[in-house]
């Protein structure tokens, strides 16, 4: 009986752990399923991005040269920074803040060229970036944003303010422009479309640590990003695996 008990329950015991074994090795495939998945939306919301942006930037280029004016050659070499980044930054997980709030200014000079430098864009970065790093491109499509459903038309009735602060391990992002609809365009629906993009990156990598507001009351348009438990010494998430 001794034997017979002694041999059940090392048995058990060993099928037991065969099985947590198993379960184990099912759940580290899920996960890393899941990760891949997660991987490949990402990149697919990026590569939406990056041609959108491309084209926006073309055209100015393109304005610029058939009237022949002389800031075409600066506005090749800003249109160059900015693919350089986008090309090599856009790849990694994770950006220099830094870098990004550059890729904004960049990319502000390059569509004054086609609204006028005397248009009314400000761009406001306080608070303090050192080491701080953020998923890349992910706020230049709310300048963008802005740009094109704002900055339009005739720039002595349109606006364009944009402020960046960095505070306690928090960013806070605010971008808000007049409402400008022209005949015939689909304003509602070919904005929804692009910030729809980045709400669904933001869940995908900042999960619970992020809000993301849109104002569409009156006669501004505002959108409010907030990330939060962002550790500038590890210039990444805390504890959290992008």
């Not at 099928?15 to 996960?31: D, G, I, P, T």
């Not at 930037?57 to 070499?77: D, F, G, M, P």
């Not at 350089?84 to 502000?108: H, M, P």
Request: hydrophobic content about 40%; proline content about 2%.
């Amino acid at each position: 009986m001794k034997f017979f008990l002694v041999f059940l329950g090392t048995t058990t015991l060993l099928q037991l752990s065969k099985e947590w074994f198993e379960l184990n090795a099912a759940r580290q495939k899920m996960l890393i399923l899941e990760k891949e998945k997660i991987d490949a939306e990402l990149k697919a919301l990026a590569n939406q991005v990056n041609p959108h942006f491309l084209f926006n930037s073309l055209n100015v280029i393109y304005s610029l040269v058939v009237n022949q004016r002389k800031e075409s050659a600066e506005a090749i070499l800003k249109l160059s920074d900015i693919l350089r980044y986008v090309i090599y930054g856009s790849s990694t997980k994770l950006v220099s803040l830094s870098d990004e709030a550059q890729l904004i200014r960049n990319y502000i000079d390059l569509q004054r060229f086609r609204v006028g430098k005397d248009s009314k864009i400000s761009f406001e970065f306080t608070g303090a970036p050192d080491r701080l790093e953020i998923a890349p491109m992910l706020l230049l499509p709310l300048v963008e944003n802005g740009f094109k459903h704002g900055i339009k038309g005739d720039v002595d009735h349109t606006f364009l303010n944009i402020s960046l602060t960095v505070e306690a391990g928090k960013l806070f992002f605010v971008v808000e422009n007049n409402k400008g609809v022209h005949p015939g365009e689909e304003e509602t629906s070919s904005r929804g479309v692009g910030l729809q993009n980045i709400r669904n990156r933001l869940n995908l990598i900042y999960k619970e640590d992020h809000s993301f507001t849109i104002d569409d009351a009156g006669n501004v348009f505002r959108v409010s990003l907030e990330l939060r438990n962002l550790d500038s010494k590890n210039g990444n998430m805390k504890n959290k695996d992008l």
